[in-house]
């Protein structure tokens, strides 16, 4: 994830027609833009599922969408959709294949943004601070690994939020 964002300056070599390369980029940013929530709800509904054992199919539905809502956009209405609305957490294949497991993928994509951070405002110390890191491996815990390439293991609102600020701003510069 980190190497497709410290690449993204070069992306014209694959995208040499400008409006593809601008297509390209806007819809990587939105990407990460749109995971994030989505991982929080999964991973929220996830822990609500496990820690209620013996809920019914109902109670279920009613938690997901209690769930999925503060999440979700505020542009799509469900009226008349409810049912699917309901069950839309299916297609999230890690709750069944590898349980607690999509938590990582945001964990990953915050750290490959602030990787990407550190590299636009200092590519030298960026580029040493994401190779430190790939030379770590998996032989230290994440937050070893987080500390080597310059990155604080930080996950509260006021992190996400400076970080997600430069995203925007990052895509703004695409538009």
């Given at each position: 994830m980190s190497m497709e964002?410290?690449?993204m300056d070069q992306w014209d070599i694959f995208f040499p027609d400008q409006n593809e390369l601008k297509r390209a980029k806007r819809q990587h940013l939105e990407g990460i833009i749109e995971t994030l929530p989505w991982v929080a709800t999964i991973d929220k509904?996830?822990?609500?599922?496990?820690?209620?054992?013996?809920?019914?199919?109902a109670e279920r539905r009613q938690q997901w969408v209690r769930i999925y809502e503060p999440f979700s956009d505020r542009v799509?209405?469900?009226?008349?959709?409810e049912k699917y609305e309901?069950?839309?957490w299916q297609k999230q294949l890690h709750l069944y294949e590898v349980p607690f497991y999509y938590i990582e993928?945001?964990?990953?994509q915050l750290g490959?943004?602030?990787v990407w951070k550190n590299f636009k405002e200092d590519p030298?110390?960026?580029?040493?601070?994401?190779?430190?890191a790939l030379k770590l491996g998996y032989t230290q815990p994440i937050r070893q690994i987080y500390e080597a390439a310059h990155v604080p293991f930080d996950f509260s609102a006021a992190y996400i939020?400076?970080?997600?600020?430069?995203v925007r701003s990052e895509l703004e510069k695409v538009k």
């Amino acid at each position: 994830m980190s190497m497709e964002l410290i690449s993204m300056d070069q992306w014209d070599i694959f995208f040499p027609d400008q409006n593809e390369l601008k297509r390209a980029k806007r819809q990587h940013l939105e990407g990460i833009i749109e995971t994030l929530p989505w991982v929080a709800t999964i991973d929220k509904f996830q822990h609500w599922v496990y820690e209620n054992p013996r809920h019914s199919v109902a109670e279920r539905r009613q938690q997901w969408v209690r769930i999925y809502e503060p999440f979700s956009d505020r542009v799509t209405d469900w009226s008349g959709l409810e049912k699917y609305e309901e069950y839309i957490w299916q297609k999230q294949l890690h709750l069944y294949e590898v349980p607690f497991y999509y938590i990582e993928y945001g964990i990953a994509q915050l750290g490959a943004v602030a990787v990407w951070k550190n590299f636009k405002e200092d590519p030298k110390k960026g580029l040493e601070g994401y190779l430190n890191a790939l030379k770590l491996g998996y032989t230290q815990p994440i937050r070893q690994i987080y500390e080597a390439a310059h990155v604080p293991f930080d996950f509260s609102a006021a992190y996400i939020t400076q970080l997600m600020d430069f995203v925007r701003s990052e895509l703004e510069k695409v538009k």
